[in-house]
């Protein structure tokens, strides 16, 4: 019931910054926790970052420092800066969206389909 539509992820060189975006949608649902999470080739999917709708956050150690979460409430956007990019922060990017369904009080999740962040020179 909601959907979650991910931009911003491209090619950078070591050192740069890339902004990500993802954008949440759905019908009769409240928007809970809202995070990114990313996937290198062989690893398993980790957490890098998650923001409440009050607007607390928490950070993988990998990335404290170095990115910041923020979220449009009005919008149902969350976003991901990422600094000081290194090729390890290289992955598959994937939104992910904790929601409360109004009609029946079922929490659930959702998940964008992934936005690709090379980190190379």
């Known amino acids: 019931q909601v959907q979650l539509v991910e931009s911003g992820g491209g090619l950078v060189q070591p050192g740069g910054s890339l902004t990500l975006s993802c954008s949440a949608s759905?019908?009769?649902?409240?928007?809970?926790?809202m995070g990114w999470y990313r996937q290198a080739p062989g690893n398993q999917r980790e957490l890098v970052a998650t923001?409440?709708?009050?607007?607390?956050?928490t950070y993988a150690d990998s990335v404290k420092g170095r990115f910041t979460i923020s979220r449009d409430n009005a919008k149902n956007t969350v976003y991901l800066q990422m600094n000081s990019l290194k090729p390890e922060d290289a992955a598959v990017y994937y939104c992910?969206?904790?929601?409360?369904?109004?009609?029946?009080?079922?929490?659930?999740?959702?998940w964008g389909q992934g936005t690709q962040v090379t980190v190379s020179s």
């Open positions: 759905g019908r009769s649902v409240s928007i809970n926790d």
């Open positions: 923001i409440t709708r009050d607007g607390t956050t």
């Open positions: 992910n969206g904790r929601y409360r369904v109004l009609t029946t009080l079922r929490l659930d999740a959702a």
